[in-house]
Every structure is written in C-alpha cells, then in structure tokens.
C-alpha cells in the first residue's frame, strides 16, 4: 500500500512499553486501574465545582463507571477521558469561576495530539465555549479566543507535522 502510516498515539507507546519495561503485564494492570481512578477522580472533581451535593454525585459516577466499566482495558483512549477532563475544568474554571488556566489549553491539547488519535474532541470542546462565548458574551473573552486557537495550532507539533493534525 502506498498509504503513510501515521502513528498518533506514540507517547501512549512509550509509556505503555516503559511500564511493561519495569513490572510486566501486572505493572499494565496497575497503571491502568490508577488511570481509570484518576478519570474519575477528575469527574468527582468537577461535578462537586458546579455545587452537586455528594448524594447527586455518587449516584452519577456509579451510572458513568458502569457505562463506561467495558472500556476499562489498556487502551490509549483512557488518555482522552483525562485530557477531556482536564480540558474542560480549565475552560468551566474560566468561565464560572473567573479563574484563568487557559494557558493550559495549548500544552493538554499537544500532548493529547501525541498520544491519542481523538484529540479532535479538544477541539470541539474548546469550540463550544468559544461559540458560548460569541452568543453569551457582550465583549468576547480574547484571551479564550487566543488560547483556543494556539491549542488548534499546537496539534501541529507532531512528527507528521500537517497530517498528524488532520
């Protein structure tokens, strides 16, 4: 086939082998369960900043781990729900609690464009404030605007440079 090969998730690779590396297929398990943790972790997290009481938010997380439980294996995806997660609790930061992060967004998304293929979610989740932002707002929020497209440009540092973004 004359089709490039365009390997996205080459960081997740290497932290996959080096983990192997040091402790073998247990060391996989290991990791990913702390992995898995961390995802939900970060939901808790962001369900207790919009003020859910903790009766809500165990309930909600139960439902999200049972849905989401035929997921759970080493797989490079587990690094999206966390740059998904992190993403949008510096863009909810921002917006609801008037604390600036933003200057996060570039360095989540060029790793997540290193290690998984569905870093284009980044950018549709960075599209949906911007757009809240344009309907809502009577004076756009620059520094979102900015950040958001330095985080779309910084997809380009990969080693596939154009078509590793696209």
């Known amino acids: 086939s ?3 090969y365009v390997d996205l998730h080459w960081i ?3 932290l996959i082998y080096a983990t192997y590396r040091v402790g073998g297929y247990a060391s996989l398990s290991l990791r990913n369960i702390v992995l898995v943790a961390v995802v939900f972790a970060l939901k808790l997290k962001r369900l207790q900043m919009t ?3 903790l009766w809500m ?3 909600l997380l139960v439902i999200a781990i049972l849905s989401c439980e035929l997921r759970f294996q080493v797989r490079p ?3 999206t729900w966390i740059f998904m997660s992190l993403m949008l609790w510096v863009l909810e930061m921002r917006s609801s609690h008037n604390k600036n992060y933003l200057v996060l967004l570039p360095l989540i998304q060029v790793i997540w464009t290193n290690a998984e293929g569905l870093f284009g979610i980044g950018w549709g989740l960075m599209g949906l404030y911007v757009i809240s932002d344009l309907v809502h707002s009577k004076k756009r929020d620059t520094q979102l605007w900015g950040y958001a497209s330095l985080a779309v440009m910084s997809c380009l ?3 596939y440079f154009v078509k590793g973004a696209l």
């Open 77 to 79: 995806e587990i690094l």
């Open 2 to 4: 004359s089709a490039d």
């Open 57 to 59: 938010c165990v309930p």
């Open 157 to 159: 540092i990969n080693p």
């Open 12 to 14: 997740y690779q290497i």
């Open 51 to 53: 003020g859910a009481p």
